[in-house]
């Protein structure tokens, strides 16, 4: 079983940036993909990015590639998500989750274990 433990976010101007972190207990934490979510007020929760166990594969929704850059560090048993050009309608709870598998579908249901969520706030 792997509990995530999330870190980062809080309000930034539109074009800031923000690093968010998603810390990992457990064992084995490198035989788990990754991914981030997040979900606005009314809204859906939605695939943000994601990435592999050893970290050579990565997936990012159309609206943040260029912009956001999903890492992770075995060793510290951490992924990151680095945010730059931070967007107003971004404005959202971030999420990460990870499961033991990486492939091409990114769901909310395909994974398992959740970190407890952060607030990110981009004022225009």
């Known amino acids: 079983q792997v509990q995530l433990v999330q870190s980062g976010g809080g309000l930034v101007q539109a074009g800031g940036s923000l690093r968010l972190s998603c810390a990992a207990s457990g064992r084995s934490f490198n035989s788990y993909a990754v991914g981030w979510f997040r979900q606005a007020p009314g809204k859906v929760r939605e695939f943000v990015a994601a990435i592999s166990q050893n970290g050579d594969n990565t997936y990012y929704v159309d609206s943040v590639k260029g912009r956001f850059t999903i890492s992770r560090d075995n060793a510290l048993n951490t992924v990151y998500l680095q945010m730059n050009s931070l967007k107003s309608e971004e404005s959202a709870v971030y999420y990460c989750?990870?499961?033991?598998?990486?492939?091409?579908?990114?769901?909310?249901?395909?994974?398992?274990?959740w970190g407890q969520g952060t607030q990110v706030t981009v004022s225009s």
């Open positions: 989750a990870a499961r033991p598998s990486f492939n091409g579908r990114h769901r909310p249901r395909d994974y398992d274990y």
